[in-house]
């Protein structure tokens, strides 16, 4: 064989090997248990929006009257309210059987199969406010659930993998919620509701079987954290008046609530990087809001955007994800940030040249594929980040908060994304929106000049978690 030939085959072995020694990071058993820990947190989701106002609207219950059920959401945007009770509080047996975040979010998993099963066997025609009391329960539930699962998800793996554990969560949440909502449709179809939801419910044991089989997350407490406690220990004795259970009373308060928040306000640039959790997915977002509007202008059919966005689209995002995670595996968090935030900026002048190209499905395609799958890479780098900046002692809180955060920069910043296109044309409207990523982009740009590893803030969880630096 010819020395040339010869090379080139050595380095596409190494180019494989790498590759493989890659995609390794999702052959760990705790990233296939986050995968169904995602199923189990997506299922019931549909159950209380989607597949519920369809079964509503099949019992004759009134439009005015559905569009209240969407209420039920309410949990899902404030829980960061109770997420400090997760941390702290033990639940009888459950928690000394099985620890503090198994223990809970096998109590959960167990009362939300009860709260789907009492859902299921409502009836709206009848009874509205029953069906009503029911969903809120589920959605109650299911967004506690969510607050263990982050929590446990950011507790059992390392920080290398957290790229890895976005993909494959966002991966299972969607599989869910394809279960809960296709999936029950088509149960619906032949057996009714009542049974419907029955299965759903039992598709829930899918969690507790995996959480079972899986062990409880170490959490150690580092010494700053041990010096915020402190505090309120030195308060209390040199206050004789507040002793015996108020003192303690006092004391669980102040390291449940008040602890996450000092810890984090006392990191390095916690400012800063709280305005960057707000900017960096924002020219995504305000695309992302105006998108099937401008689809719809251009004249594509409900069916063109439903087969390309909810199949190939999907795929993509799943496809995106993966591509993320193994990023993060390899680059960290913080270039993986950087490189996805300029395919997130640049993926937007693809809606450029839909606009220019109108009515074609293969741009259509093309707009879609490329959009989801930059939003996906970015989501997995997104999350990787956030919970790199979650200290082990407070998880579910702090990771409760920043991720409301960012649901606040994706949902009210981008609100306005429909105002700024009836200003413009679509292709202005575009460009403007790939301009919207940029201060996101420099203010990590900023952190990363001035702050050495681009997120000393996130060096407290790496010092709680004893990882080395």
């Known amino acids: 064989m010819i020395p040339h030939a010869t090379d080139q085959l050595s380095t596409a072995e190494s180019y494989k090997q790498r590759l493989l020694r890659d995609l390794a990071v999702y052959a760990d058993r705790r990233i296939s248990t986050i995968l169904f820990l995602g199923f189990a947190s997506g299922l019931p989701l549909a159950l209380t929006f989607g597949t519920l106002s369809i079964w509503l609207a099949e019992e004759g219950v009134s439009k005015t009257t559905i569009g209240l059920f969407a209420m039920a959401g309410i949990p899902y945007t404030s829980k960061f309210l109770w997420a400090p009770l997760i941390d702290r509080l033990a639940l009888p047996y459950f928690t000394r059987r099985f620890g503090q975040r198994r223990g809970w979010i096998i109590a959960i998993q167990l009362t939300l199969i009860a709260a789907i099963v009492a859902l299921g066997a409502t009836r709206p025609a009848v009874a509205p406010i029953a069906t009503a009391f029911f969903a809120f329960v589920v959605a109650f539930l299911s967004a506690t659930q969510d607050i263990v699962i982050d929590a446990y998800r950011v507790e059992i793996l390392e920080q290398r993998q957290y790229g890895a554990g976005a993909a494959v969560i966002v991966l299972g949440y969607r599989l869910g919620m394809l279960a809960s909502g296709a999936g029950a449709l088509y149960l619906a179809s032949f057996f009714g509701w009542y049974v419907t939801y029955s299965v759903m419910a039992g598709l829930m044991l899918v969690g507790v079987g995996v959480v079972l ?115 993060v595996s390899r680059l960290g968090i913080m270039k993986s940030l950087l490189i996805c935030g300029l395919l997130q900026m640049f993926s937007n002048l693809v809606f450029v040249l839909q606009a220019m190209a109108g009515h074609d499905l293969r741009v259509l395609t093309l707009t879609i594929g490329v959009e989801n799958f930059s939003s996906g890479m970015g989501t997995a780098a997104f999350v990787a980040y956030l919970s790199s900046l979650c200290n082990v002692a407070y998880t579910a809180t702090q990771y409760a908060l920043l991720s409301s955060f960012m649901a606040f920069g994706r949902t009210i910043l981008s609100s306005g994304g429909g105002w700024l296109a009836e200003q413009l044309d679509w292709v202005p409207f575009f460009l403007a929106t790939t301009a919207a990523a940029l201060p996101g982009l420099l203010l990590l740009f900023w952190m990363a000049g001035h702050f050495g590893t681009g997120r000393a803030a996130a060096e407290e969880g790496k010092s709680a978690r004893g990882a080395p630096s």
Request: charged share 20%.
């Open 213 to 327: 089989l899986s062990p409880e997350p170490e959490r150690q407490i580092n010494t700053e954290v041990r010096g915020q406690e402190k505090k309120i220990a030195d308060y209390l004795a040199a206050r004789p008046f507040l002793c015996g259970r108020r003192a303690r009373i006092v004391a669980w308060l102040y390291g449940t609530i008040v602890s996450p928040f000092a810890e984090f306000m006392g990191r390095q640039g916690w400012v800063l990087v709280l305005l960057f959790i707000l900017l960096y997915k924002f020219g995504d977002a305000l695309a992302g809001v105006m998108s099937n509007p401008f689809f719809v202008e251009l004249g594509f059919t409900k069916i063109e955007i439903a087969n390309i966005s909810k199949v190939f689209g999907l795929a993509a995002t799943i496809g995106g994800g993966i591509i993320g995670g193994v990023m």
